[in-house]
C-alpha cells in the first residue's frame, strides 16, 4: 500500500443540569409504567461491552517538547516481493528505524471506541416471539488493501544523476533504503525523479510522477524502501522516522494513485494537548444513525457518510486521554521482567536452551526472521518461516551449544530487531501527557489536500466508551419481537423502534451523520461550520411519532394502550419521553 508521509517546516502558532433532567425523566417513565423492571429480558438482553475494529491505515505520530517529530507508519501490502516498493516525500533527512506491527495492534486494541446498549424490559411480554435478532452480533471489519507494481532491484545506486543526488543508502529491518534529493530548480523534478528511480530499479509504472513535482519543487527529499533479497512480502513492517521540528502531516496527494475507495486512516497523535485535524474538519457523528445492535458493521459506513458529507476532509475525534496510561498496556510490565532476565542470564554453551526460549516468547512477533538469518538459518538449515512456525521441531530446551550460533550476539539481534521496536513505541506514551486518535475514510478524488494536526490546550478530553439505554416496552398481549422500545443515546437523542432491529440502517435514511462538523485550530473550541441538531431533532421526531406503545395497561395515566398494543387517543408516554429526549438532547449540545 502505497502511504506518503512528512513533517512540515511551518510552526503554526456536561453538567449539573443535564443529570437533573436524566433523573426527572427516569422518575416520569416509572411514574406513567409502575410495572415491575427487569435489567436484563429475553432477545434484548445485552449490556457487552463491544469494540469496534475498524481496519485503516495506522500511524502514531509523537511532538515532544522542543517540537521534534517521531512517525511510526505502517505498511500494507499484497502481492509478490519482487514488486514492492515504498515511497514517501520527506523534510530534511529523517533517522530511519523499524517498528511493530504488535504494539499497533496492541494500541488499536487498547482505544478502539465502543459502543453498549443496555436493555432494561418493562413490564411483561406474551413471550420471545420470534423474527428478532439479538442486539449484537458483532465481526471484524474488513476492508481490501491496495497493491503496487514496482519491482525490486538488486544492483548499486547511482549517486549523482540529472540533479538527483543520493543522500543515504543504509538497510534497517527487512528493508533496503536510500534518502535522495531531487534539485527543485529542474525543470520537472518529478520526471527527474522518475527517471532515477527507474534507472535504479524501481519501475515506476503508472505511479505518476506528477503526483512527487509539489513536494519535489518545495525542496523535500524522497525516502524509498524495498525489500532485501531474500525476504518475502511477510517479512514487511512498520517504519519508524525521527524528524526535526515541525508539524506531522499526512501526504495524501501521491497516495490517491494506489489507494481504494473508503480507505481508513487511522491516527493517534501524542503531545502535550489533544490534537486537532489543523486544515482537516472536526467531526461529531449523529449516534442516532449508528446501528446500536450491531455497532462494528455499522460504525465504519457512518463514519463514510459524516466524511462524505464535509466533503471528504474530515476526522472524527475517537479518543483524547492520558498517553503514559497506555504504556504498561503497549509493553507490559511482565514483558519486561522476561526481557531483562533473558538478557542477564549467561547462555554461553547453551545456544540452543536460549533460542528455545526466545523462539517461544516472541514468534509472533516483528523482526524475528531478520534476527535469526544471519546466524541460525544457516546453522541449521532450516528456514526462519519454518522454525518460527514449529520451533519444537528443530530445537527444544535440552539442546546445548548450537556451532556458528554466538549467544550474545543472538540477544543484540533480538533486542534490536523484536524488543526495541516495542519497547520504544511504548515510551513514546510515557513521555507524552495526551494521545488522541482521529479516524476517517477517503477515497482517491477526496486526497487533494494533505491534513496536519496541531494541538489545543483548550479541549477537554473525549471518551472512546459510549453507552446508550433502551427501555422495552411489554405487556401480556405482545412478544418481544413485536415490542416496542425508546433508547436514550449519549447525545441525549430518544430513537424509538419495534423489535430488535435498530429502524435507522439504509443509506438513504433522511437525517444528516454529522451532528456538527467544525474547524479547530489552536485555541479555543473552534467555528461551527454546520449544526444539525435542528434537522435531527425534526427527523426524529417525525420517527418516534411512527411508533406505537406497547407497555402495559394502565388506566391511571395517560400511557393506556388498546387490546392490540396501539396507544388511544392521549398524551402518550413514549411523546412525553421524547420531548424530554430532545430537551436533554439539546441541554447536551450547548454544553459542549
Same mark, same amino acid.
Request: proline share 5%.
Given at each position: 500500500m502505497l502511504l506518503f508521509f512528512s513533517t512540515l517546516l511551518r510552526l503554526r502558532g456536561a453538567g449539573a443540569g443535564l443529570t437533573i433532567l436524566c433523573v426527572s425523566a427516569a422518575a416520569l417513565a416509572a411514574t406513567l409504567v409502575p410495572s415491575r423492571a427487569s435489567a436484563c429480558g429475553g432477545v434484548f438482553c445485552s449490556n457487552t461491552n463491544l469494540p469496534i475494529d475498524q481496519k485503516a491505515e495506522r500511524i502514531i505520530f509523537h511532538v515532544d517538547a522542543s517540537g521534534k517529530v517521531?512517525?511510526?507508519?505502517?505498511?500494507?501490502?499484497?502481492?509478490?516481493?519482487?514488486?514492492?516498493?515504498?515511497?514517501?516525500?520527506?523534510?530534511?533527512?529523517?533517522?530511519?528505524?523499524?517498528?511493530?506491527?504488535?504494539?499497533?495492534?496492541?494500541?488499536?486494541?487498547?482505544?478502539?471506541?465502543?459502543?453498549?446498549?443496555?436493555?432494561?424490559?418493562?413490564?411483561?411480554?406474551?413471550?420471545?416471539?420470534?423474527?428478532?435478532?439479538?442486539?449484537?452480533?458483532?465481526?471484524?471489519?474488513?476492508?481490501?488493501?491496495?497493491?503496487?507494481?514496482?519491482?525490486s532491484y538488486d544492483g548499486g545506486f547511482v549517486e549523482t544523476d540529472g540533479g538527483v543526488n543520493v543522500l543515504e543508502q543504509a538497510t534497517v529491518g527487512p528493508y533496503d533504503y536510500v534518502i535522495v534529493s531531487v534539485d527543485p530548480k529542474l525543470e520537472d523534478p518529478g520526471?527527474?525523479?522518475?527517471?532515477?528511480?527507474?534507472?535504479?530499479?524501481?519501475?515506476?509504472?503508472?505511479?505518476?510522477?506528477?503526483?512527487?513535482?509539489?513536494?519535489l519543487e518545495g525542496g523535500m527529499n524522497l525516502l524509498a524502501f524495498r525489500l532485501r533479497k531474500g525476504n518475502s512480502s511477510g517479512s514487511i513492517r512498520p517504519i519508524k522516522l525521527e524528524f526535526g521540528t515541525g508539524l506531522p502531516s499526512i501526504p495524501l496527494r501521491p497516495t490517491a494513485v494506489a489507494a481504494?475507495?473508503?480507505?481508513?486512516?487511522?491516527?493517534?497523535?501524542?503531545?502535550?494537548?489533544?490534537?486537532?485535524?489543523?486544515?482537516?474538519?472536526?467531526?461529531?457523528?449523529?449516534?442516532?444513525?449508528?446501528?446500536? %445492535?450491531?455497532? #462494528?458493521? +455499522?460504525?465504519? $459506513?457512518?463514519?463514510?457518510?459524516?466524511?462524505? *458529507? =464535509?466533503?471528504?476532509?474530515?476526522?472524527? %475525534?475517537?479518543? #483524547?486521554? +492520558?498517553?503514559? $496510561?497506555?504504556?504498561?498496556?503497549?509493553?507490559? *510490565? =511482565?514483558?519486561?521482567?522476561?526481557?531483562?532476565?533473558?538478557?542477564?542470564?549467561?547462555?554461553?554453551?547453551?545456544?540452543?536452551?536460549?533460542?528455545? *526460549?526466545?523462539?517461544?516468547?516472541?514468534?509472533?512477533?516483528?523482526?524475528?526472521?531478520?534476527a535469526l538469518a544471519e546466524e541460525v538459518v544457516p546453522a541449521l538449515g532450516v528456514q526462519a518461516d519454518e522454525l518460527i512456525a514449529c520451533p519444537a521441531c528443530h530445537v527444544s530446551a535440552s539442546v546445548t551449544d548450537i556451532a556458528g550460533v554466538d549467544a550474545a550476539h543472538l540477544l543484540e539481534k533480538f533486542r534490536k530487531l523484536v524488543v526495541d521496536p516495542v519497547a520504544d513505541t511504548a515510551t513514546l506514551f510515557e513521555n507524552a501527557a495526551k494521545v488522541t486518535r482521529l479516524?476517517?475514510?477517503?477515497?482517491?478524488?477526496?486526497?487533494?489536500?494533505?491534513?496536519?494536526?496541531?494541538?489545543?490546550?483548550s479541549l477537554d478530553d473525549v471518551s472512546n466508551v459510549h453507552a446508550a439505554e433502551r427501555i422495552v416496552e411489554c405487556n401480556e398481549e405482545v412478544s418481544q419481537s413485536r415490542a416496542s422500545w425508546s433508547a436514550v443515546l449519549p447525545s441525549g437523542a430518544v430513537v424509538r423502534g419495534t423489535g430488535g432491529a435498530w429502524p435507522f440502517t439504509r443509506p438513504d435514511d433522511k437525517m444528516p451523520a454529522n451532528l456538527h462538523v467544525r474547524r479547530i485550530g489552536t485555541e479555543g473550541a473552534g467555528d461551527m461550520v454546520t449544526d444539525n441538531t435542528a434537522a435531527i431533532d425534526a427527523a426524529l421526531t417525525a420517527h418516534n411519532r411512527t411508533v406505537g406503545f406497547t407497555g402495559e395497561r394502565n388506566d391511571g395515566c395517560g400511557a393506556c394502550v388498546t387490546a392490540t398494543g396501539h396507544p388511544r387517543p392521549a398524551v402518550t408516554y413514549f411523546a412525553l419521553v421524547t420531548a424530554l429526549g430532545i430537551a436533554l438532547h439539546r441541554r447536551a449540545r450547548r454544553g459542549r
Open positions: 517521531t512517525a511510526v507508519i505502517e505498511i500494507r501490502y499484497e502481492g509478490p516481493a519482487s514488486k514492492f516498493a515504498w515511497l514517501i516525500p520527506v523534510a530534511g533527512k529523517p533517522t530511519v528505524g523499524v517498528s511493530s506491527n504488535t504494539v499497533l495492534d496492541r494500541l488499536q486494541a487498547a482505544s478502539n471506541p465502543s459502543y453498549t446498549l443496555t436493555n432494561t424490559v418493562k413490564g411483561e411480554c406474551s413471550g420471545f416471539g420470534g423474527g428478532s435478532r439479538g442486539p449484537f452480533s458483532c465481526g471484524p471489519i474488513v476492508a481490501a488493501s491496495a497493491t503496487n507494481d514496482f519491482a520526471m527527474a525523479a522518475g527517471e532515477w528511480l527507474s534507472k535504479n530499479g524501481y519501475v515506476t509504472n503508472d505511479f505518476g510522477t506528477d503526483r512527487l513535482r509539489p513536494y481504494v475507495n473508503n480507505m481508513g486512516i487511522l491516527v493517534w497523535v501524542l503531545g502535550e494537548h489533544r490534537a486537532v485535524p489543523l486544515n482537516y474538519k472536526s467531526l461529531e457523528i449523529n449516534d442516532a444513525l449508528l446501528d446500536w %445492535t450491531n455497532p #462494528a458493521a +455499522s460504525y465504519e $459506513a457512518l463514519v463514510t457518510r459524516a466524511a462524505n *458529507e =464535509a466533503g471528504g476532509q474530515g476526522f472524527v %475525534t475517537e479518543m #483524547a486521554s +492520558s498517553a503514559p $496510561a497506555f504504556a504498561d498496556t503497549l509493553y507490559p *510490565e =511482565a514483558e519486561r521482567s522476561a526481557w531483562e532476565n533473558v538478557s542477564r542470564t549467561d547462555w554461553n554453551g547453551r545456544e540452543g536452551a536460549l533460542l528455545f *526460549e526466545l523462539l517461544s516468547r516472541y514468534a509472533g512477533y516483528d523482526g524475528v526472521a531478520d479516524f476517517t475514510t477517503m477515497s482517491p478524488d477526496e486526497m487533494t489536500l494533505d491534513p496536519s494536526f496541531a494541538f489545543n490546550a
